[in-house]
């Protein structure tokens, strides 16, 4: 995949850093197909760690695969009451997310945005003029880091949802993806962050 594309315009050192996040097995418990808000619990840590990067300048963003929209299994409706909870239990000032995306593709249509596409993180470093070189995509899954590492970004995993496949742990190491035990461990160990 080619690397995003930077507004050339900005200066250097201005640009913001961003974190594009997983939600289900990094900032909510993994439900498979959560769809109901009383489902919605957040992973130990998560708030003070979104907080911590927030006060030190990292704009954030959801990237989450909802194939259960595709399938049928839940309504976008169902989705926003989801969203709205994890806003409710995480209590910080609006705006949390700069953008959220929920790609809704079934795993055998065409991808456009769902992950390992990287097609969102790359709009979204070019219109908002996000310094990618200090920008992650952290999830649960292998096809998280893959977006991140397909957008140019770098990109983490965790273990705090989806349990690693095989050959998982392999490819992490292969492409220098540091593997943490949760996203509060991601910000405190590679970015730095005291909460
Ligand atoms: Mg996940």
Redesign the pocket.
Known sequence: MLAPSLPAATPPGMRPPALFL?????LIE?GHHTSRPEQVRLIPGVRDALAAALGSGYRLFIL??QSGIGRGFFTWEDYHACHRRMLELLALPDPVFTEVKAATERPDEPSEYRKPSPRFIQECLERHGLDGSRSWMV???RT?WEAGLNAGIRGCGVRS??PFKEGDEAHAAAHGVPIHRSFPDFVRIELGLEF
């Open positions: 997983d939600r289900d097995g990094n993994d989450t695969n999830g649960d899954r998280d949802g989806a």
